[in-house]
């Protein structure tokens, strides 16, 4: 499946009509430990760049931005429980937030993972 | 310092179960000593008596090698910084202290200590030597193939020797709520006495992270979050680090407004904060009862032991009760929680017997 990255660490992948978004692996790595994460209500509207969840490690709390413009059709539940999930599969089972994005195309517009491991290493 | 090696969470966990190797050489260790011929009851009350005169405990009536937490004060009463002072537990060295101030405050501590001395004391910082923090229920047998005689200390006793053939000086205290020492040694020394204690199965290296979540949930304040030179010892409820006779006497800054608050009650008291959600309430929360703000979280975090997160702040006294209820504004939101006794999780201090 394909992944996309944005700048601020998060990923994308498309499933159907929607937007899987998560923290990458790096960006799990850094925060370490997570502890909580708290996720956005169902139906919300979420503006591109601005915060779309909080996810805190045992060092600090972070801000995860929406990687585009939308509607938030589904949020990982399995988190309350089991928010360690980030740090086991940051870009598998650990997703946060499924995105009805405004605009699909701007997908093309994001890093491939060629281009995210480029950035990260400039980092 | 890093501020972790394998993970905050194990590095915390593995403290409370075996033992930790913090390296804390940021601290400010000190010795001040009086000038002059050392040695006797009078040289220790002489030089207590100059540090008294920043400090409300009892350094007078400290025992050779012993060890005791306090406060500096300013002309309001409130703290300068927090810090550890400890008499040199060889008789014929009385008039030494041994003092650990924070990395933050040292600079300014060192001065003040000087300035209080007068000339009948010199203050010799400890800025070329290293300071490790060796803590956690396995902490003495680790400690005892280095210095047996220090594994032997009571809970907040200094001793003082050789460790691999370096000086060093050893304390029983710590900041995990857990068993342990710090120890004071030189550099090249300290490299040494690192690798071979993590040679230990039983020791490994934690960080600043699993500092912080210990001290927490030992309810241990922090210098510049949980103190600061507007909050007094009372309001921080370490009422019990301003003996009797220093209450009678009232002799120490702002004892007008310490022995008012110790009398009348604080108009604000530090508490422990319970969150009943999942949600860590961190440094800045707004505390509200009932719709009216009534304090500020002053740590705020994840208490790994307990699985839970846990805060510290400051409340109005009428709402510093175990047991009251509140809300944490968490971004916004607001979040329940009750004020709790600390500590979190209780202190296993190895005590000498009375």
């Known amino acids: 499946m394909t992944l996309r990255y944005t700048k601020e660490h998060e990923w994308v992948r498309i499933e159907g009509a929607v937007w899987v978004c998560g923290v990458s692996a790096y960006a799990a790595e850094q925060l370490g430990d997570v502890v909580y994460v708290e996720l956005p209500a169902r139906g919300r509207s979420v503006k591109a760049g601005a915060e779309m969840a909080v996810v805190e490690s045992a060092k600090a709390a972070s801000d995860v931005y929406a990687p585009v413009s939308g509607t938030v059709a589904d949020v990982n539940d399995a988190l309350g429980e089991a928010p360690q999930l980030v740090n086991e599969g940051p870009e598998g089972q650990g997703w946060l937030v499924k995105l009805t994005p405004a605009d699909p195309g701007e997908f093309d517009a994001l890093m491939d993972a060629a281009a995210y491991q480029a950035f990260l290493k400039d980092l | 310092m890093p501020v972790q090696y394998e993970g905050v969470l194990a590095e915390h966990a593995w403290t409370r179960a075996h033992a930790s190797l913090f390296d804390v050489s940021h601290m400010g260790p000190c010795f001040f000593a009086l000038n002059g011929a050392l040695g006797g009851e009078d040289a220790h009350r002489a030089a207590a008596a100059l540090v008294e005169r920043l400090a409300p405990s009892d350094i007078a009536g400290l025992r050779p090698g012993q060890m005791r937490y306090t406060v500096l004060l300013n002309e309001d009463g409130g703290v300068i910084d927090d810090l550890m002072v400890a008499r040199h537990p060889d008789f014929d060295q009385s008039g030494a202290l041994y003092i650990v101030a924070n990395a933050g405050g040292k600079a300014g501590d060192f001065a003040r200590l000087a300035a209080a001395a007068e000339g009948r004391a010199s203050l010799r910082p400890g800025d070329d030597l290293c300071l490790l923090a060796l803590q956690g229920p396995e ?21 003082t020797g050789q460790i691999l053939g370096a000086p060093a000086t050893v304390a029983r205290c710590g900041y995990t709520g857990e068993d342990g020492f710090e120890i004071l040694i030189d550099p090249a020394a300290a490299a040494i006495l690192f690798e071979r204690l993590l040679e230990d199965a039983r020791v490994k290296p934690a960080g600043l992270g699993a500092r912080d979540s210990l001290r927490l949930e030992a309810g241990l304040c922090l210098y510049g979050h949980d103190l600061d030179e507007t909050i007094s010892p009372v309001e921080a409820d370490l009422p019990w680090i301003i003996p009797k006779r220093r209450r009678l006497a009232g002799d120490f800054p702002g004892a007008a407004r310490i022995l008012r608050e110790l009398r009348e009650g604080p108009a604000r008291k530090r508490v422990g904060l319970a969150p009943l959600g999942k949600a860590p309430a961190r440094e800045g929360v707004e505390i509200v009862r009932e719709g009216r703000t009534v304090g500020r979280v002053t740590s705020g975090g994840f208490g790994a032991s307990i699985a839970a997160p846990i805060s510290m702040g400051y409340v109005e006294a009428a709402s510093s009760a175990p047991g009251t209820s509140l809300d944490l504004l968490v971004r916004g939101q607001p979040r329940a929680a009750s004020v709790v006794a600390l500590p979190f999780v209780p202190h296993r201090y190895k005590r000498s017997p009375p």
């Open chain 2, 139 to 159: 902490a003495e047998a680790a400690l005892l193939a280095f210095a047996p005689a220090a594994a032997s200390l009571g809970f907040m006793e200094a001793w």
